[in-house]
C-alpha cells in the first residue's frame, strides 16, 4: 500500500470529506502531468541537512516526487536537473557555501541553471497528514509551469546562486 492509498484509507474511516479532498486534488495533479513527456520529468536530488547533506530517498519521499513530476535519485553522478535541500535548522546558511563549492553540485545542471531550492521545514516528509501539502510544494519546484499552490515563500524557496 502507498502512503497516498493509507491516508486515503484512514481519512475515509476519519473525516471522508478530506478524504474527498485529497483525493480531487491528487487527480488533478495526476491529471495534469500525464500528458508531459518523460523527457519534461527533472531528475531530483532532496539533501537533508540534518543528514549532513546526504541524498535521501525514502518510499514516501519518492512517491511524493513520482506524483510531483519529477525522476528521484541518489547517484551523486547522475544527471541533477535540480536540488532540493530540506532545512532542520538556521545554520543550514552558514553551511551552503561549503556545500556548493563540492565538485558535484557546481558540475550539476542545477547549479549550472540555478535551481537549488530549500523546504524549510525541518519535519517534511514526517507527518502523512501533510502528504498533500508536501506534494503540492515538490510540484511546484519540479513543474513551475503547470502548478502554483501558493508555497513558495511559506515552505519553500529558490536558492539563487550569485555567479
Do not use: C
Amino acid at each position: 500500500m502507498t502512503k497516498y492509498e493509507e491516508l486515503l484509507a484512514f481519512l475515509k474511516r476519519e473525516n471522508n470529506e478530506k478524504a474527498e479532498l485529497l483525493e480531487e486534488e491528487i487527480n488533478i495533479m495526476v491529471h495534469k502531468l500525464k500528458f508531459l513527456p518523460a523527457e519534461s520529468f527533472p531528475s531530483v536530488a532532496i539533501l537533508r541537512q540534518k543528514d549532513n547533506f546526504k541524498p535521501t530517498s525514502p518510499e514516501s519521499l519518492l512517491e511524493k516526487t513520482t506524483l510531483a513530476g519529477a525522476r528521484l535519485v541518489t547517484a551523486l553522478h547522475e544527471r541533477l536537473d535540480i536540488i532540493v535541500i530540506l532545512q532542520d535548522d538556521d545554520s543550514l546558511y552558514s553551511h551552503l557555501p561549503t556545500l556548493l563549492q563540492q565538485d558535484w553540485i557546481q558540475r550539476s545542471l542545477a547549479y549550472q541553471y540555478n535551481r537549488i531550492y530549500i523546504i524549510e521545514n525541518p519535519d517534511f516528509d514526517t507527518d502523512l497528514q501533510e502528504y498533500l501539502k508536501e506534494s503540492e510544494i515538490l510540484a511546484e519546484i519540479f513543474q513551475p509551469k503547470y502548478f502554483h499552490f501558493g508555497h513558495e515563500g511559506n515552505g519553500w524557496i529558490k536558492f539563487d546562486i550569485a555567479n
